[in-house]
């Protein structure tokens, strides 16, 4: 389990000069069950067993994927009703998530560099659960119903939960049957 930072991508080959994983694990038997993006953060779960990272990234299994995002504005009650039932994207309709608004995480680190402030425009926190996973998913859903996501924190996958984790942390874990 790793809590991958902001602006860290999520393979271990070199590309483009940006930071990889390859930073902070020197295991070469590892690899990447899933992905966050480039600018997303959070939890990230890394095995040497190709099994069980089928099992955590086919879509046959649909593992729930929670996430913390922030967006800009008030996010109101239609909105998240919007994301329960579906929204349709580009690539099609995706599956009913569960949504609903949240508080800021407690135990939430600084980001570096910060969310761009503007005193003029709100931003409001939702917790969002997807069973999917498709390119930027997250992301393009709340844009999608009128809230761009300015901040986006994996807090968990299946089981596992990011807790009290801080970016470039790891530790490892017990991956019981799925």
Not at 10 to 15: D, E, G
Not at 26 to 53: C, F, H, M, N, P
Request: net charge positive; glycine share 6%; proline share 6%.
């Amino acid at each position: 389990m790793f809590n991958k930072p902001f602006r860290v991508l999520s393979q271990f080959r070199a590309h483009e000069g940006k930071q990889t994983l390859a930073a902070f694990f020197a295991d070469s038997t590892l690899r990447v069950a899933g992905r966050l993006d480039y600018d997303s953060e959070g939890l990230l779960l890394l095995s040497d067993s190709g099994k069980l990272i089928q099992k955590i990234t086919h879509p046959r299994f649909k593992l729930p994927k929670t996430y913390w995002a922030q967006v800009e504005g008030e996010i109101d009650q239609t909105a998240i009703n919007r994301l329960c039932d579906g929204v349709m994207l580009k690539d099609g309709k995706t599956l009913p998530a569960h949504a609903r608004m949240m508080a800021e995480p407690d135990n939430l680190w600084q980001r570096d560099p910060p969310v761009r402030y503007r005193a003029s425009i709100p931003t409001s926190w939702l917790e969002i659960t997807i069973s999917e996973g498709r390119n930027r998913q997250v992301r393009r859903m709340t844009a999608a119903v009128g809230y761009p996501t300015l901040r986006l924190v994996r807090a968990s996958v299946g089981e596992w939960q990011l807790d009290e984790l801080q970016p470039g942390q790891h530790r490892e874990a017990t991956f019981a049957d799925l």
